[in-house]
T-cell receptor, first 113, second 114 residues
Framework: DVKVTQSSRYLVKRTGEKVFLECVQDMDHENMFWYRQDPGLGLRLIYFSYDVKMKEKGDIPEGYSVSREKKERFSLILESASTNQTSMYLC????????????FGSGTRLTVV | GDSVTQMEGPVTLSEEAFLTINCTYT??????LFWYVQYPGEGLQLLLKATKADDKGSNKGFEATYRKETTSFHLEKGSVQVSDSAVYFC?????????????FGDGTTLTVKP
């Protein structure tokens, strides 16, 4: 079964820490995405990538960076975690085709204390 | 730009009731349309899709028809079960903007009571 795997289901980090969220897909998809999901705010796109070493800002990139050194792996980095970054983080991947849709990971629930 | 508007929730139904969740869209080009489902504590899963006008996507008893004339893609199910309780997201992918990147609605929470 094809998969998008996020490294952690739950994380608790301290304010000011540098946090890495890892996402790996085994479908050879070109595109990968990071979203955050908060109650009442839907899905908000943080960053996405169309190819290795390529990245583009989404709607809310402030406070985040990303890395895509290999096609299958897309990492989200919180440079200095803050309490307002407490959220559910969702990784997704897709082919570069309009009819394909996304495959999502199970999500990482990050709490910053 | 592209956008997706879903009916506001939450929606609460009794088991075996008929479900409709409305979804309308605006798009620059000719999009593909999707419904995703998110069960509590999990990521989203693709539920069904339609790629051209008048196509009907279906899965697990859910259906949605691509209506180009009304720019709609409403989700329906004839008889809901408690296990259908989840958040449902409508989405589109538009070749004219970016083939692999989707625009999502805000989600509609469905609760089914026994």
């Amino acid at each position: 079964d094809v998969k998008v795997t996020q490294s952690s289901r739950y994380l608790v980090k301290r304010t000011g820490e540098k946090v890495f969220l890892e996402c790996v897909q085994d479908m050879d998809h070109e595109n990968m995405f990071w979203y955050r999901q908060d109650p009442g705010l839907g899905l908000r796109l943080i960053y996405f990538s169309y190819d290795v070493k390529m990245k583009e800002k989404g709607d809310i990139p402030e406070g985040y960076s990303v890395s895509r050194e290999k096609k299958e792996r897309f990492s989200l980095i919180l440079e200095s975690a803050s309490t307002n970054q407490t959220s559910m983080y969702l990784c997704a991947s897709s082919q570069n085709r309009v009819d394909y849709g996304y495959t999502f990971g199970s999500g990482t629930r990050l709490t910053v204390v | 730009g592209d956008s997706v508007t879903q009916m506001e929730g939450p929606v609460t139904l009794s088991e075996e009731a008929f479900l409709t969740i409305n979804c309308t869209y605006t798009a620059t080009g000719y999009p593909s349309l999707f419904w995703y489902v998110q069960y509590p504590g999990e990521g989203l899963q693709l539920l069904l899709k339609a790629t051209k006008a008048d196509d009907k996507g279906s899965n697990k008893g859910f259906e949605a028809t691509y209506r180009k004339e009304t720019t709609s893609f409403h989700l329906e199910k004839g008889s809901v079960q408690v296990s259908d309780s989840a958040v449902y997201f409508c989405a589109l992918s538009d070749r004219d903007t970016n083939a692999g990147k989707s625009t999502f609605g805000d989600g509609t929470t469905l609760t089914v009571k026994p």
